[in-house]
């Protein structure tokens, strides 16, 4: 309803407190086209994370306040054996999603969340050349997440242009699906590899796309080793939303090989 900004653009000019008006969406509406007041200096954005480990098993997550204190000392998590772990990964961390009782009707939920959004959210942004390609690409997604962003390479394969490959990935990500992962490098390092990673939004997103269980995981080394650094990626955003200093993720890898999947930098601003 792109007549709403204006109007509660009105209403917080004549009243400033904070608080009043809560809007929600499975897409940035700010990046709609029909929206033309963007409400800026009025609103706050907030990005609500599928749930946490710690939502889930109903604590308080001490892992980052470790990781940046002057001493570290981790706190003892959940104590899960290699099953639990997969399933966890499997099941991914949609509210909607893990309240179905069974793999089957999860699996189910995800097909229809991926066909829904994109069909309605994706349409509206308005941009893709190529909506029919966009289930497919979403798929290839899922099969390279934790892997480096290759442009060309899809582009050929989906026969869209490098740009616009890279718009209708733009999309994928302002919904939420897609994750790039920006690299870590000092400008003046030219021996560094500058290409973002590609991560799904959430693993369970992912396991359904990929046609994956529990099972299947643990019989398959390399795709547990995708899905298991997207798992990780994933946590550590959702608990960076409660850490009181803003805190940037990247990765890092040299041309020779050597890497770090994730790079935490705190900000002290």
């Known amino acids: 309803v792109p007549a709403l900004f204006p109007a509660i653009k009105l209403l917080v000019d004549r009243d400033r407190r904070p608080g009043r008006f809560v809007l929600t ?3 940035n509406v700010l990046l709609l086209p029909q929206i033309s007041e963007s409400l800026a200096g009025r609103m706050e954005v907030m990005t609500l994370w599928p749930f946490s480990a710690g939502e889930l098993a109903g604590q308080t997550e001490g892992f980052l306040p470790a990781l940046f204190s002057a001493e570290p000392g981790f706190p003892k998590g959940e104590a899960l054996d290699r099953t639990a772990y997969l399933q966890k990964i499997v099941a991914g961390g949609y509210p909607e999603a893990l309240s179905r009782k069974t793999a089957r009707r999860r699996d189910a939920w995800y097909g229809a969340y991926i066909t829904t959004i994109l069909q309605r959210d994706v349409r509206d942004l308005g941009r893709a050349k190529a909506l029919d390609a966009m289930p497919r690409l979403l798929e290839v997604a899922a099969d390279q997440t934790a892997q480096l962003l290759n442009i060309s390479e899809l582009a ?3 026969a869209l242009g490098r740009a616009a490959l890279r718009e209708h990935l733009r999309m994928l990500e302002q919904v939420f699906l897609v994750d790039l992962l920006p690299p870590w490098h000092a400008l003046e390092h030219q021996r560094l590899v ?3 990673k590609l991560h799904l939004g959430d693993t369970g997103l992912a396991a359904a796309l ?3 269980d529990a099972t299947a995981l643990h019989s398959n080394r390399a795709r547990l080793g ?3 650094e997207t798992f990780a990626l994933q946590a550590l955003r959702r ?5 009181p200093q803003p805190i940037t993720f990247s990765h890092f890898r040299q041309r020779d090989g050597q890497e770090v999947d994730i790079v935490l930098e705190q900000s002290h601003t």
Do not use: D, H, I, V
Request: aromatic share 10%; charged share 10%.
């Open 194 to 196: 500058k290409t973002p």
């Open 226 to 228: 995708q899905l298991l």
């Open 210 to 212: 990929l046609r994956l």
């Open 25 to 27: 969406g499975s897409a």
């Open 239 to 243: 608990q960076a939303t409660a850490f």
């Open 156 to 158: 050929t394969s989906f």
